[in-house]
C-alpha cells in the first residue's frame, strides 16, 4: 500500500507536480526520465490522456520509490481502485467529489481535489483531502488565496493549477501557495525529452528564485 509519508518526502523536496496531459506509454519513460533528471520528484498522468493506466504503470515500476506517480483528472471513485493497481500513489481531480475523496484514502493514495470557493474547499478536507489544489488558478488568482489562507488552517497545502507559468509564481508563493500543478507551460504531447529538460530547469529555477 502506499505510504503518504513517502509523497509528503519527495513535496517537501521539490513540490512541483509535472502533468504530463496527452502523453501515451511510448513518450512516458523518456519525459518522465527528463523530468527525474531534472529534479521532479511528483509526476501526474491525466485519465484523459492516450492509456493512462499502462503510462501509470510502467513510469510507476521504472521510478519505483525514488518518485511518485499519480493520476489526475480523476472523476469517479472506480478509476481510484484501478490507478491503485497500476502503481498511482496520488489522485487529483478537477472537483471535490466526497466519494472520490474517501475511497482515494481508503486505498492508502493522496488526495488532491480540485475546489474553487473555500466551502468546497472545507467540505473536502472534512472528507479527508491531504491538500487542495485551486483550480482554476489563473481565474481565482492571488488575492483569493490570500484570503482563504486567513481562514484555512496552515498545515493545508494549496497548490495551484491552472495557467500557472515561471512568471506567475511568484505572486502565488507570496499569498500562500505550497506547491504549483504545472501543465501545458512545462509539457505538451510532442515535445522532446530535450525539450522538457530545457522546460522543467525553468520552472524549477523560477520556484526556487520566489522562495
Given amino acids: 500500500m502506499p ?82 493497481a497500476a502503481g498511482g500513489r496520488f489522485i487529483v481531480s478537477p472537483n471535490a467529489n466526497p466519494d472520490v475523496i474517501r475511497v482515494t484514502k481508503a486505498a492508502g493514495l493522496v488526495s488532491f481535489p ?24 489563473e481565474q481565482i488568482g492571488p488575492t483569493a488565496l490570500k484570503a482563504w489562507r486567513a481562514v484555512f488552517p496552515r498545515e493545508v497545502p494549496f497548490i495551484p493549477v491552472g495557467g500557472i507559468t515561471p512568471d506567475t509564481m511568484a505572486s502565488f508563493v507570496a499569498a500562500g501557495a505550497s506547491g504549483f500543478g504545472l501543465g501545458s507551460s512545462l509539457y505538451r504531447p510532442g515535445q522532446s525529452s530535450e525539450q522538457v529538460l530545457a522546460s522543467a530547469a525553468m520552472h524549477i529555477a523560477a520556484w526556487r528564485d520566489c522562495r
Fill in 3 to 84: 505510504e503518504p509519508a513517502q509523497l509528503d518526502r519527495h513535496f517537501a523536496t521539490l513540490p512541483l507536480i509535472a502533468i504530463l496531459r496527452g502523453i501515451g506509454p511510448a513518450e512516458i519513460l523518456s519525459i518522465g526520465g527528463a523530468l527525474f533528471e531534472s529534479g521532479f520528484r511528483l509526476i501526474e498522468i491525466p485519465l484523459n490522456s492516450p492509456e493512462p493506466l499502462e503510462s501509470i504503470r510502467l513510469l510507476a515500476t521504472a521510478l519505483g520509490d525514488r518518485a511518485q506517480v499519480g493520476a489526475g483528472t480523476v472523476l469517479r471513485a472506480s478509476d481510484v481502485t484501478d490507478v491503485a
Fill in 114 to 137: 480540485g475546489v474553487a470557493t473555500p466551502t468546497e474547499g472545507f467540505a473536502a478536507l472534512e472528507a479527508g483531502a491531504d491538500g487542495l489544489k485551486l483550480f482554476p488558478a
